[in-house]
């Protein structure tokens, strides 16, 4: 018995079902109101033919309203009108598209919005034969309409799956929204993405060639795709795909290190092996070409950084060569805030490395006056101070170096928002240093008093507690 009721229940639903999608593909071919429906029909196509829903929504309101009564006539008696053409379902869209761009009550946004979908449905019931289109524009209209959702890509890639190189451009700029959308947030991985993009990209790639029609809207549509895809491309491609990509510019690039060494690099850092054949041939392209090329290549970096030389002899801890060096770019240079840089550079290894504090502060001073309003000389200085403050006679003599220390990250960042952050953390960690209030009473000073730094600093600090 319980399997009676459920297979009964089951024709229920079947004839059910069947009678919707009937109903949805009635013609006029044989209805007795076939006259009425082609009448309406050629009213309304009249009004609508070669217009988009933007050309609709333009539209005087009364010449809107007799259009879409008459498409609302000859649809509700032949959906399908003569089941030949799927007008009634196209032009439906087209309506609801546009009474959606003038609504302002959300609901209703929704209601056309439906609306549109299911005429997408019922086209695709009663004329199969537009599988593909149907879904790359409804997929397309989910993304624009409905915004971002998972089944939106699931649409497209039926779209994509069904009509092959036939697959219209309009998937290809939303595919790629919606797969950088869902990338981040960690709901679809890497290897769906790749999937996806490499079937989107392979109609595209056809297209462009072979259809000269619509070649420039499927390469607007690629370059689309790329920019969203390819912004994490190294978090999705692997080995293979940077070859496929970066090999071909190797025989082109025979005589350019730089680019040679980047293609090197990239395969290696995508996971190809040191060991793969197309990795040791283009590295033995670059080592050649660096044996044969290295003093010139070396000369021209020289040229384009004068500074190279300093950094090589920093690195080698050859501190003093640096200092020289850094002082030789100097004067190779005409631009100001180079030679601010290289001023500062020079400053940080007096400081750091040679303990050469008075020529230290002479250095950052320099870049200063070469770069006004840029803070990190300035740090450097009060840098210099707090070192300088701690072998500076008494406890007293410290805690005024240390408001010399305190000026100097406070001006800092007066003049260079970007250094805010690093003075205000060392102002915080030199608070605690700042003179004591009681000791300025026993000296019979008061808060305000302007008092000299000796030590070597030789600033003048408002004294503050």
Request: hydrophobic fraction near 35%.
């Amino acid at each position: 018995m319980q399997t009676i009721i459920r297979t009964f229940a089951l024709m229920l639903v079947f004839c059910g079902s069947v009678s919707v999608a009937t109903a949805q593909c009635v013609t006029w071919t044989d209805s007795p109101q076939k006259e009425q429906a082609e009448n309406a029909h050629v009213a309304y196509r009249n009004m609508v033919k070669d217009k988009t829903a933007e050309d609709l929504a333009a539209l005087p309101e009364a010449e809107f309203n007799d259009a879409f009564n008459n498409w609302k006539r000859a649809y509700d008696i032949a959906p399908a009108a003569d089941g030949q053409r799927p007008f009634h379902y196209r032009d439906g869209r087209m309506f609801y598209k546009a009474m959606r761009s003038k609504a302002t009550d959300e609901a209703k946004k929704q209601e056309y919005t439906d609306m549109i979908f299911s005429l997408y449905d019922q086209e695709l019931e009663c004329y199969p034969k537009y599988e593909a289109f149907l879904l790359g524009r409804k997929g397309s209209d989910m993304f624009y309409l409905s915004g971002y959702s998972k089944d939106a890509i699931d649409v497209l890639e039926q779209a994509i799956e069904t009509g092959g190189n036939e697959t219209e451009y309009v998937v290809l700029a939303p595919l790629g929204k919606l797969l950088n959308y869902y990338f981040k947030e960690d709901e679809i991985d890497n290897a769906r993405v790749r999937e996806m993009y490499d079937k989107a990209v392979k109609v595209a790639d056809y297209n462009i060639e072979n259809n000269p029609t619509y070649s420039t809207y499927y390469q607007a549509g690629k370059d689309n795709l790329e920019s969203d895809i390819l912004e994490f491309a190294d978090e999705i491609f692997d080995c293979d795909y940077f070859k496929g990509l970066l090999l071909p510019k190797v025989e082109e690039n025979r005589d350019s290190l730089d680019i040679l060494r980047y293609i090197v690099t990239k395969l290696k850092a995508q996971g190809c092996d040191s060991t793969d054949a197309d990795i040791v041939r283009v590295q033995n392209i670059y080592d050649e070409l660096y044996a044969e090329k290295a003093e010139e290549y070396e000369a021209e970096r020289i040229r384009l950084n004068p500074a190279y030389g300093a950094s090589v002899a920093y690195e080698e801890e050859r501190f003093s060569d640096a200092v020289d060096l850094y002082e030789d770019a100097i004067a190779k240079t005409d631009d100001n805030e180079k030679k601010a840089q290289y001023a500062y550079q020079i400053a940080q290894i007096q400081l750091g490395k040679l303990g050469q504090y008075s020529s230290a502060r002479q250095n950052a001073r320099r870049a200063a006056e070469l770069n006004p309003g840029w803070g990190k000389p300035y740090i450097l200085i009060g840098d210099l101070y707090g070192r300088m403050s701690s072998g500076c006679g008494d406890a007293w003599e410290q805690r005024l170096a240390v408001l010399a220390a305190i000026d100097k990250y406070n001006y800092a960042k007066s003049v260079d928002g970007e250094v805010a952050g690093d003075a205000n953390r060392r102002i915080a960690n030199y608070s605690s240093s700042m003179p004591i209030k009681s000791e300025a009473f026993q000296r019979g000073l008061e808060e305000g008093a302007r008092l000299s730094v000796g030590c070597g600093i030789g600033e003048t600090v408002t004294l503050r507690f």
